[in-house]
C-alpha cells in the first residue's frame, strides 16, 4: 500500500524534524484521500438507488408501499414513503456534496506538500502512486 | 513539539513516547551520531528497525480489523433504532387488520405432498382462527386488536412471513450472548442511543490511534532508508565496491 518515499542512493541527504512531519503529513493525507474515494463512491450508489427507488414508486400505482426498515419491510402508505425517500435523498447528497469538498481540499494539501518535498529532496523521494 | 537538543541520542522531541501500548519511533537527527551513540553498525541498525517496522504492522492489521467491526456495527444500532422509532410513532395510528398470510415469494423448492398438505393445514388453521376472531370482533363494540405495522420479513432465503405488529409499549433487544431483553420503547431508543454514542467515540480513538501508528512506521521507512543510504555513502566513501542494490523498499 506504499506510496514510495524510497531514496535513491548515495546522496548524504540531512532529513529534518520538520521534513519528517511533511512526510507524516502527506502520507496521512494519501490515507484519507483513499478513504474517501470510496466512501465518496457508496455514497453515489446509495443516491442513485435512491433515485431509481423514487422512479419506480411513481411508475407503481400501489396504495401500500413495503418499504425496508433494517431487516423488515414494512406496509406503509405511498405518501409517507415518497416523503421518506426524499428525506434520504436530501441527506445522502449533502453528506458526499461535504465529501467531495473535503477530497479537494486534502487534494490541494497534497500538492503543496508535494512541492515543498520535491523542492527539498528532488530525485530522492517518490510521492506518485505506485 | 521541542527539539530536545540536551537528548544524546540525537533524536527529535517527540509529543509521545508511546500511545496505549504502541511504542513511538524515534526520529533520528543524524544517522552518524545515531550509529556512533547506539553502538549499532549499519546492517544491525537496519534489522532492528526492520523487526520494529513489522511489529508495527501486527499492530496496524489488529486495528483494522477492530476498526470493521465497529463500522459494521454503528449502521446496525443505527437500523434498530430506525425501528424502535417507527414503532413508536405510528402507535395508534394503526387500523384494525385481519388476515395474516404465509407469503412465498420466489421458492423454488419442491415439497413433498405430505409436506405441503401439512403446510395448508396449518395456514387453513390459521386463517380459522383469524375467522373466529373476525366474528368475535363484530361482535363486540370495543376492538382490541390495533395493529401499527405490517412488516415482511425473511423467514428463510427467498421466503417471507407476514407479521402483524400490534401497538406496543415495550420491544425486545438482542443484547447478544443468547440474550435478549424487553424495554420499554424509551428505554430502548435511549439504550440504543447510549450504544450509538459509544460505539462512534471508540472509532474516533481508533482511527486516531491508526493515525499515530501510522506516523511511526513513516518514521521507521525514512529511518530505514537514511541508514542504508548512510551505509552505501560510507562505502563509497571507503572506496569499497558498493554492490548494486536497488533503493531501499519503502
Known sequence: MQQGKSSSSGSEMQVTWEDQQNINTFSRLNNRFHELEDDIKFAKEKCDNLEDAGNELILSDEEMVRFQIGEVFAHMPREEVETKIEEMKEATFKSLEKLQQEKESIVSQMAELKKVLYAKFKDSINLEED | AQMSSSSPSGSGGDDLSERRGIPAAKFIQDVETYLSQSGFDSNS??????????????????????????????????????????????????????????????????????????????????????????????????????????????????????????????????????????????????????????????????????????????????????????????????????????AADA
Open chain 2, 45 to 246: 541498525a537496519l534489522a532492528f528497525h526492520q523487526e520494529r517496522l513489522q511489529q508495527y504492522k501486527v499492530v496496524e492489521m489488529k486495528l483494522l480489523a477492530q476498526q470493521r467491526d465497529l463500522q459494521a456495527k454503528i449502521p446496525d444500532i443505527e437500523k434498530c433504532l430506525e425501528v424502535v422509532a417507527t414503532l413508536e410513532a405510528r402507535k395508534g395510528t394503526g387500523e384494525v387488520e385481519l388476515g395474516c398470510a404465509l407469503i412465498l415469494t420466489a421458492c423454488f423448492k419442491t415439497f413433498s405432498l405430505k409436506d405441503l398438505i401439512s403446510m395448508l393445514a396449518c395456514e387453513i388453521e390459521h386463517v380459522v382462527s383469524q375467522n373466529i376472531v373476525l366474528a368475535s370482533l363484530e361482535e363486540s363494540t370495543e376492538t382490541s386488536l390495533r395493529v401499527s405495522l405490517l412488516a415482511d420479513f425473511e423467514v428463510s432465503e427467498g421466503i417471507y412471513s407476514r407479521a402483524c405488529i400490534e401497538d406496543t409499549d415495550s420491544v425486545c433487544l438482542w443484547l447478544g450472548a443468547n440474550v435478549m431483553l424487553e424495554y420499554s420503547c424509551e428505554e430502548a431508543t435511549a439504550l440504543l442511543k447510549n450504544n450509538l454514542e459509544n460505539a462512534k467515540a471508540s472509532l474516533e480513538v481508533l482511527v486516531a490511534d491508526l493515525q499515530f501508528l501510522r506516523d511511526q512506521v513513516t518514521v521507521t521507512q525514512v529511518t530505514i532508508a537514511r541508514i542504508y543510504n548512510f551505509d552505501v555513502h560510507q562505502r563509497r566513501v571507503n572506496q569499497v565496491t558498493p554492490t548494486a542494490i536497488a
